[in-house]
């Protein structure tokens, strides 16, 4: 690849020395040891793109999709600062931004949702024109003070389920902002809501109350309320999914999974959630496995409708506690798998495994699972559709379950009644052979 960088960089019209400085921290990145990189990560490609724009510098720079853990710190070259004013970095695997990024005085659209972040080592002060900012379904804790970006009317911060607020870091144009899937403080929210100048804010669908209140006080915000419930995490956008823009949006609308969000179990469904006592990291990603307290795992998707990777993985985790055995590849790419798919994976693992069609004979599940172990649920939901998931436990009296959810990556207990509800007579059951 280094004689690709060479290659791909010799004709860019700018001075020598910022030529060769781009072209050694180009190569250092580019070259790094593929074993210390995420699977599916596309330095390659990256390269290809960011080559590009170099050579013909125009308004827009899309590194996104590319599930890159890292960028290099090439951002404060001329052709960045002077042209670029729409940047997106969407569904990579990045945790953190280098230095470099906040020089790009001119931006004025920065999309950095799907990602890891938990924070922002510089100041976003750089930006004075910056008028939309989405950094939805992060890990971040807190908003950046954005108060200097005076012409910043639009912001996502959706998804972000440990998030704080502010309000002294929004600015004054400040327009719509998303905030479903976080913890916000209401009183935080009451403060955003005596800003002048905004039209629409979007709450988690808990939140109802606390928007009646203050529609009351501002009647001209349109107070939206999200149909995902707060605390809910869902997949990221992955290898397979086919994205859009939203409300028939122009370049400053972020790009979404063509097949939606969904909730699978409504709230008043779930009696309890597992508690993660413990997360390791899966190698070569930046996806965790989750330890229960109960003893299993948890490992959520990587894609909107990768759930049948998912259920193979945590079986196959259960079962051997090797992660290497885990085609981790799938968690991010498969698109709509099926029971067939979930055998491949589980013979990869020389795991023996069986399928069946499933029953609504709660006595017979019981005693499969006292047989087998946990079992890979084929299910039907109204609103997420076809769905696998990990059936765990059913109780003595047969009133109550424990699953194992990919979509939302957590394990709950449920009434048995809204688990069966969800089994028709297409739905299989699928685990693995006592050895």
Known sequence: MAIKVVDRLSSLSISS?????????????????????????????ALELISDYLKNPTFMLGINDLFLSSLPDIFDAEPFVEHLEFIRLNSNHLKELPPSFFAMKNLKAIWIHDNYLEGFQSSFSNFPDLVAFCASNNHLSEIPDLSMCKSLQDIWFHENLGLKLNSRFLPAALQTITLHSTCVD??????????????????????????????????????????APSGRPIPKIGFADTVYKPWGGGWFV?????????????????????????????????HYIDHLASGRCVIQQGATRACSAAVSAMLIYDRTQKIELIDVKELFDRNLGNKSDIASDLKKAKLPSFCFPASSDLSYLKTLLSENGSLILEVSDEESGGHYII????????????????????????KCASLMKRVDHQSYLIGVKPI
Not at 194 to 214: G, P, R
């Open 254 to 286: 972020p790009t979404a999974s063509i097949h939606g969000s969904a909730i699978f179990l409504k709230d008043d469904e779930i009696l309890s959630i597992e508690r993660v006592v413990k997360k390791s990291l899966i190698p070569s990603t930046a």
């Open 17 to 45: 020395f910022s030529q060769k400085n781009i072209e050694r921290i180009l190569r250092d990145w580019a070259t790094e040891d593929p074993k210390t990189l995420p699977i599916g990560e596309s330095r390659e490609r």
């Open 391 to 414: 059936l765990d436990e059913i109780d003595e009296m047969l009133e109550f379950a424990k699953i194992r959810d990919p979509y939302h990556g957590w394990g709950v207990q449920i």
């Open 186 to 227: 209401p009183l935080a929210i009451a403060d955003i809501s005596e800003l002048a100048s905004v039209q629409v804010i979007t709450l988690s669908h808990d939140k109802k109350e606390l928007a009646q209140t203050l529609k009351e006080k501002r009647s001209d915000i349109d107070f939206r309320l999200e149909q």
